[in-house]
């Protein structure tokens, strides 16, 4: 992750290509915990289909000629308390456009926080890190019988500090590994609880 993190500071503000390594990167976890052939990253671009339009996402998963494993990725630098309440509009209304013409979808998001740009908010004392990670957290419930659009299957809320040096830039290491473990069991979990015929290349275990 620390690599990562490093790609995606060096490249240019508006490079189309700031989160290859990260898709990338998601990509190997998803292959080693049992499904290889997710495409995105640096491989392909992907347009998905949704009812109202069609969107870019940065990785997929297609069985049997239907999209079953969507997985958004976005990083926060800068302008953090007006880029927040307008990344979670967007994200629920992306993640509602796709899920009304698949309801039966698998959707993830990973997002890389930057806490050298956090702030506190005046509204409740809160950093808008904290108040961005429970806002996901709490969208982050679309299990049987909970299938309102809008909601996501998984989430991975990952926080970096750019001011430090390259290699010690994640604020928790540990934390950040595990809750990326859970973050995939999850996703991979709920895919074969939806798609049984899925040929996962590992076993999973499953709660």
């Not at 898709?23 to 347009?47: F, H, N, W």
């Not at 969507?70 to 979670?88: C, D, E, F, H």
């Not at 698949?102 to 998001?109: D, L």
């Not at 996703?187 to 040929?199: F, G, H, N, V």
Request: net charge neutral; aromatic share 8%; with cysteine.
């Amino acid at each position: 992750m620390e690599d990562v993190i490093q790609s995606l500071l060096s490249k240019p503000t508006q490079s189309p290509h700031r989160l290859n390594q990260l898709a990338d990167y998601v990509k190997r976890r998803l292959d080693a915990g049992g499904l290889p052939g997710a495409e995105g990253g640096s491989t392909k671009e992907l347009s998905v289909p949704g009812l109202a339009r069609v969107k870019n996402w940065d990785i997929a998963y297609e069985f049997a000629g239907k999209f079953r494993l969507l997985i958004s990725l976005k990083s926060m630098l800068k302008n953090i308390p007006g880029t927040v309440p307008n990344r979670l509009d967007d994200l629920q209304g992306e993640i509602a456009n796709v899920q009304q013409l698949r309801p039966e979808i698998v959707i993830g998001y990973v997002i890389l926080f930057d806490v050298a740009e956090d702030t506190v908010r005046r509204d409740d004392g809160k950093t808008w890190s904290d108040y961005f990670e429970a806002a996901i957290r709490s969208i982050t419930i679309r299990r049987a019988p909970i299938w309102n659009q809008g909601l996501l299957e998984g989430s991975w809320f990952v926080r970096f500090d750019s001011r430090q040096p390259r290699g010690r830039r994640l604020v928790d290491p540990k934390r950040t590994a595990t809750e990326g473990e859970q973050f995939i069991q999850s996703m991979l979990c709920e895919l074969k609880l939806r798609e049984p015929a899925i040929p996962f290349s590992d076993s999973l275990h499953c709660p």
